[in-house]
């Protein structure tokens, strides 16, 4: 069974606009990461937050965590037509560092 | 420094064909994974070698199998192919926390 579900599935929106999608999952975590994938291709790394951090950024990406929730959530601001993917949160659990997948959202930009 | 590469990029077999897929990881990587990707189950782990011994293991069945060498290139063997092996799979090289994927192989079971 999948660790972390991400919310939405699916999500359009217009180029410029900011783009929020979110992570739950049920047990305690080290860390979490949010990868994307274009379509039909490998996924790429964007950014690892660990269990004792609440907020990070990359670029136009923010990533927070609330352990007390089990939430995450990635904001994409000023969004791209390149921004055009799947997100997947992937969590990592205690001495194991294999993370566990979600099922993904779909995000449309529209130029 | 070359990324993950996958060999080959498309397969397409026929039902209880076997198939082998081949996965380059970063130089330096020793860590190798393999994940199967389909529209209905998402992202499944299949297995993680390290140091040419299997580290963790998902839950599929033995006709899923895999193995890696000194210089760390990793196979993954599917024996018996049934319909719905057809996928996408992933492999990915790691040091430490962060994965890094390859562009996948399309498999098709016809």
């Known amino acids: 069974s999948q660790q972390g579900e991400e919310d939405p599935q699916a999500l359009s929106i217009q180029e410029g606009e900011n783009a929020t999608m979110n992570c739950s999952y049920k047990t305690s975590i080290n860390n979490l990461q949010w990868y994307r994938q274009n379509s039909g291709r490998g996924l790429v790394h964007l950014i690892l937050i660990r269990s004792n951090e609440r907020e990070k950024h990359s670029g136009r990406l923010r990533v927070t965590l609330d352990t007390s929730k089990k939430s995450s959530s990635l904001l994409i601001t000023a969004s791209r037509a390149a921004d055009t993917a799947s997100y997947f949160c992937a969590t990592g659990r205690g001495g194991s560092y294999i993370p566990t997948f979600g099922r993904g959202t779909s995000l449309i930009v529209h130029p | 420094k070359a990324g993950v590469t996958q060999t080959p990029r498309y397969l397409i077999k026929t039902r209880g064909q076997q198939v082998t897929l081949s996965c380059s990881p970063i130089s330096g990587h020793r860590s190798v994974s393999w994940y199967q990707q389909t529209p209905g189950q998402g992202l499944q782990f299949l297995f993680e070698?390290?140091?040419?011994?299997?580290?963790n293991k998902g839950n599929f069945p033995g006709r899923f199998s895999g193995r890696q060498f000194s210089n760390s290139r990793s196979e993954m063997n599917v024996s018996t192919l049934e319909l719905g092996d057809s996928a996408l799979y992933l492999c990915a090289s790691s040091l430490g926390n962060e994965q890094f994927f390859g562009p996948g192989t399309r498999l098709t079971v016809l």
């Open positions: 070698y390290f140091s040419e011994t299997q580290r």
